[in-house]
């Protein structure tokens, strides 16, 4: 047997990984290419002496499963690459090679991926690698960062360009490391709920649940139908103000100044009903391994209830017109696209890999807790031309936000009026994480799938702790899309992904 | 299409909040805490504090560490309860600790305003340039919100920019990564003097959450003194805005 079957969220003891070899790994994945399985994350945890165990997990979304495999190597080992016939693998060779000095024999582009304060790479990011190059005699290069122009998280970009036209584009991160999966060692994990809110603070729901579940599939532990809903409620409320949010900033990158006003104010309303829901905008402090913090009344119900009849009716309204104005369809249309095979073939999660056509969504394949019990459903919205948009672009990327807003919205609704009938408490008490064991968790954030897996030692510590979020495979994707796109269009490219730089670079 | 537009604009009204001095947030925010002199707090609560902000005897609360995540509020007969009161910046590093029986009054007189002549300068137009070093984003989305047209900062002549060369002060989000601390130190020397340094958010302030890792470099504060501490994880937009309106003298 090369891999292990697994139920979501599933815990298994670690001597019970499968050991195949590393070719074994890619196979797995080569034959997802005809519909088998998707990498989700590759990792290694340390072991005695120089011992690596790596630790493949795949999703079949077909089939609503998880599989497990793993590889018994050593530091400074080295392997044959799988990057070059399988793009999705790149950054995870690279992550390996960083922290463990594994190196992908063969790997295209071998440099460091967020330079972490222990790694055995160049420390420093100044001491990196080199950059792309190129030569011509319209070429050059523009350098952005780590610093930008407006508020948000620093990286670096080299754009190769030629004239106006980008031919590449180079995402450098790491200047957020923090060495977050490192302190979640620290201490009982499930003590870790605010730390785990920091990972990425504007899906700070999503990594919470992750890792509530996580604590949940260490020890056993079934959380109240209640709970379920009011983390669910939070979770729909997290993506529904994002996307507004996002929506807004896409219309201010094309001047549509309307729209960036209006959707920003919605987002306000929303955020705020989470503030109403558990005492923060963004949601932190709702989730605790076990259930959830806070509870809500009727009355409370009521009031979040005609909030998001308000908002679900004011942003379609707001959308149906942005989305009709030959202006705004101008800048979003055939921008940054992204087609559906090269999607499959780098992994792209979340909004960002459905809007090229990718059928992604831990909500329905891997439904657990509220999605199981009450069922989540999509209405996909037809746009002006009757189809439903899947082309890749801007376009796309900023209609399926309309449409996950909507679709979000009234899954709030429903989930309010189950509240009434499922009156099972709040939170369920946690048993401690059980020794020697492997688990996994799988929540679907507002930018796509969002993984919290631990390795527990024999006393039931935290042995290895790992954490991937969506932004992990969208970024190359982001690369991609601006390829052969004027320079002026990468704000709404970046907009339309709007990825993670803390919850890449950990 | 014109007139869908129209009647969204219609239902959108009028939405900034008329006066972000004098503006409630709602209840069930965690702000400033207030401890009764009686009661004491678990050693298990204490080490569960995930900022190690919690101390005892008596029972005290560092807001430069705490991320209000109300872990110690909700632990059973605690003296602690946090209040939705948001007006939470300070001037000065240890007046952000907040001891049993430290009155909200009491806490926000110790801010203080900034000289005369910091008044006379920026009184009246204020730029800041943004660091995110490490920062996780809320702080950010947070600070940007400030400019939005809910809360409005600008109708105070108070904005953000994009370079610093342009800027009055600094605002630095996130607990300073070792990969961020010269980009800070660049973004703090191109900025022209005189220049105010403001921190926003609990690992700001202290390192926060993340202040035992050692991916952190924060020598950057032995150089450079903040003048406006904001506290809160993230803080409240209201929180930022009251912090600086406050220090130039035109709070409450």
């Not at chain 1, 009903?273 to 119900?301: E, H, Q």
Request: charged share 20%; with cysteine.
């Amino acid at each position: 047997m090369n891999r292990l079957l697994l139920k979501d969220r599933a815990a298994i003891p670690f001597d019970d990984l499968p050991t195949v070899s590393y070719e074994a790994v890619g196979d797995i994945v080569a034959g997802s290419l005809f519909g088998g399985l998707r990498l989700v994350t590759l990792f290694g945890v340390p072991e005695e002496r120089d011992i690596v165990r790596l630790v493949a997990l795949f999703a079949d979304d077909a089939q609503g499963t998880l599989a497990v495999t793993g590889v018994r190597t050593s530091r400074g080992a080295t392997l044959p690459s799988l990057t070059p016939a399988l793009p999705a693998f790149h950054l995870f060779e690279r992550q390996l090679w960083e922290e463990f000095g594994i190196v992908p024999a063969g790997h295209p582009w071998l440099k460091p991926v967020r330079y972490p304060h222990d790694a055995h790479t160049p420390r420093r990011i100044e001491e990196g690698y080199p950059y792309f190059s190129m030569e011509g005699e319209e070429t050059h290069e523009v350098a952005v960062g780590p610093v930008h122009a407006g508020v948000i998280e620093p990286g670096h970009f080299r754009f190769l360009c030629d004239g106006e036209r980008v031919n590449h584009l180079e995402i450098q991160l790491g200047y957020q490391h923090r060495g977050v999966e490192k302190l979640f060692r620290n201490g009982p994990l499930a003590s870790k709920s605010t730390l785990a809110e920091s990972v990425s603070g504007d899906a700070a729901v999503a990594h919470a649940t992750a890792h509530a579940g996580l604590v949940e599939a260490l020890g056993d532990t079934v959380i109240p139908d209640r709970a379920g809903l009011l983390r669910a409620i939070g979770l729909e409320l997290e993506r529904a103000g994002i996307h507004l949010g996002d929506l807004s900033a896409l219309c201010n990158d094309i001047g549509y100044l309307p729209g960036t006003q209006m959707f920003a104010v919605m987002r306000t309303d929303i955020i705020n009903t989470s503030l109403a829901l558990c005492g923060c905008r963004f949601g932190r402090g709702l989730i605790t391994p076990g259930g959830v913090n806070y509870d809500i009344d009727d009355r409370k119900k009521d009031r979040i209830a005609r909030t998001v009849i308000r908002i679900r009716d004011n942003a379609g309204l707001l959308a149906a017109a942005v989305f009709d104005d030959q202006s705004v369809l101008a800048r979003f249309e055939k921008t940054g696209t992204v087609d559906t095979d090269t999607a499959r073939a780098i992994g792209l999660v979340g909004p960002a890999g459905r809007a090229s056509g990718l059928a992604c969504d831990i909500r329905l394949t891997h439904p657990t807790d509220a999605y199981a019990r009450h069922r989540f459903t999509k209405r996909p919205l037809r746009n002006g031309d009757g189809r439903v948009a899947v082309s890749g672009d801007v376009y796309a990327r900023a209609f399926i936000r309309h449409q996950e807003i909507q679709d979000s919205l009234r899954y709030v609704l429903e989930l309010l009026g189950h509240l009434a009938v499922a009156k099972d408490g709040i939170a369920a008490p946690v048993a401690p994480p059980r020794p020697g064991m492997i688990a996994f968790s799988l929540t679907e954030g507002w930018r796509g799938e969002t993984l919290h897996a631990a390795v527990t030692g024999g006393e039931g510590e935290t042995r290895r702790y790992h954490i991937k979020d969506a932004s992990f495979h969208n970024w190359f994707g982001l690369a991609l899309a601006v390829r052969d796109n004027g320079v002026s269009d990468f704000p709404l490219c970046n907009k339309s992904f709007n990825l993670s730089y803390c919850g890449f670079d950990l | 299409m014109v007139l869908r537009l129209l009647r969204a604009r219609w239902r959108h009204g009028w939405q900034a909040v008329p006066d972000p001095v004098t503006a409630q947030v709602d209840p069930m925010f965690r702000g400033f805490p207030e401890i009764a002199k009686e009661g004491t707090l678990s050693a298990g609560t204490i080490a569960a504090c995930p900022g190690a902000a919690l101390t005892t005897n008596p029972v005290s609360i560092d807001l430069g560490k705490c991320h209000l995540c109300g872990h110690c509020a909700r632990a059973e007969n605690s003296p602690v309860r946090l209040s939705s009161r948001h007006h939470l910046g300070q001037t000065r590093r240890d007046a952000l600790v907040v001891t049993a029986g430290t009155s909200f009054e009491e806490y926000h007189a110790r801010a203080e305003k900034g000289s005369d002549e910091i008044r006379r300068l920026f009184g009246r137009s204020l730029k800041l340039r943004s660091v995110s070093a490490a920062g996780c984003n809320a702080c950010e989305m947070e600070l940007n919100a400030t400019t939005n047209a809910n809360f409005d900062m600008l109708r105070y002549g108070i904005d953000i920019v994009a370079s610093p060369r342009h800027a009055d002060a600094v605002i630095v989000t996130g607990p300073v990564s070792v990969n961020m601390a010269d980009a800070l130190e660049d973004t703090w020397n191109a900025t022209p003097a005189p220049k105010l340094l403001i921190l926003m958010g609990a690992c700001a302030i202290s390192g926060g959450l993340f202040a035992a890792s050692p991916a952190l470099d924060r020598r950057f504060f032995n150089d450079h003194t903040p003048d406006i501490y904001i506290p809160g994880c993230p803080p409240h937009p209201l929180t930022v805005v009251n912090a600086i309106l406050n220090y130039l003298g035109r709070g409450i």
